[in-house]
């Protein structure tokens, strides 16, 4: 079994998700519970690719490739998994703010956040600050997360958080933030409670959060 993690994590790694689903396949074939596939293959599989990504060892596309994979093994597991094995790591829902249309760094923070165990609710992009206090009543969410890649649209963020404020859900979430032109400076300057210059830091940041 334990070559069978491994062999399951290193497919993943290399984003091959045609081998991750024939392996997580073969893996419950021969009686691997479920629930072990996912924490031990593919979060772990997963966790290694956040490193290294963080470290400059792996690029965007590469990433990309291992979240894919992730979600290929997922598909498998997730109809099997009993709810309390599938617990997530914590509920997220993220979106770039009014007036961006970027979404690549968002799209991959959404991805690794999956990857490393949280429920990701993505919002989309160019997102009205009522958009994310419907969906933080909808979803009741334990972090909310925005992304801003223009310098001109990062102050949506403090407008954002306003409006939670004024609706009154501003202290049923914690708030994380990121994006080019992003700083820790500006996230202390406009109240959220995180911020994280990559998608690797953002897992880290989440769990941070939930702890
Ligand atoms: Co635009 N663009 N763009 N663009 N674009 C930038 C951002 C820019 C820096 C280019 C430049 O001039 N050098 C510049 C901004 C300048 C500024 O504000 N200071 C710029 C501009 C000006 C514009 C337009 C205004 C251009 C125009 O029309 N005149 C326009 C604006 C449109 C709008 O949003 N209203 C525009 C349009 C576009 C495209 C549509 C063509 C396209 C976006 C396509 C898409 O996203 N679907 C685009 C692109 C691709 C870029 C660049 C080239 C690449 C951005 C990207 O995807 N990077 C960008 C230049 C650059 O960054 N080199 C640029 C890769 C991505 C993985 O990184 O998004 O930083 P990033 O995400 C990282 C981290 O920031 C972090 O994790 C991610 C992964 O590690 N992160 C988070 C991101 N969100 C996070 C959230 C978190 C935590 C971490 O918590 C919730």
């Known amino acids: 079994m334990a070559d069978m993690v491994q062999r399951i994590a290193k497919k993943l790694y290399q984003g ?21 596939v ?3 293959a593919l979060l772990a599989g997963m966790d290694e690719v956040g490193r290294d990504f963080k470290e400059g060892v792996l690029f965007v596309p590469e990433v990309l490739f291992a979240a894919r994979a992730m979600h290929a093994g997922m598909d498998l597991l997730r109809p099997l998994l009993a709810d309390s094995e599938i617990a997530s790591s914590g509920k997220c829902v993220l979106g770039t703010v009014k007036g961006d249309l970027h979404d690549i760094g968002k799209n991959l923070v959404t991805m690794m956040l999956e990857g490393g165990g949280f429920e990701a609710i993505d919002l989309g992009i160019d997102l009205e600050p009522g958009t994310f206090v ?8 334990d972090v909310v997360g925005m992304s801003a890649l223009l310098t001109t649209t990062m102050l949506q963020m403090k407008a954002t958080i306003e409006a939670l404020e004024e609706a ?13 032109p992003v700083t820790a400076a500006f ?5 959220a409670d995180a911020y994280a210059p990559d998608a690797a830091t953002a897992v880290e940041m989440a769990r941070e959060l939930m702890a």
């Open 168 to 180: 009154g859900l501003r202290d049923s979430v914690k708030i994380m933030i990121g994006g080019a």
């Open 187 to 191: 996230a202390v300057q406009i109240g």
């Open 38 to 40: 996912l924490k031990d």
């Open 16 to 36: 091959d998700i045609e081998a991750v689903g024939e392996l997580v396949q073969d893996a419950l074939d021969a009686g691997m519970a479920p629930g072990e």
């Open 134 to 141: 419907d969906a933080v009543r909808e979803h009741k969410p």
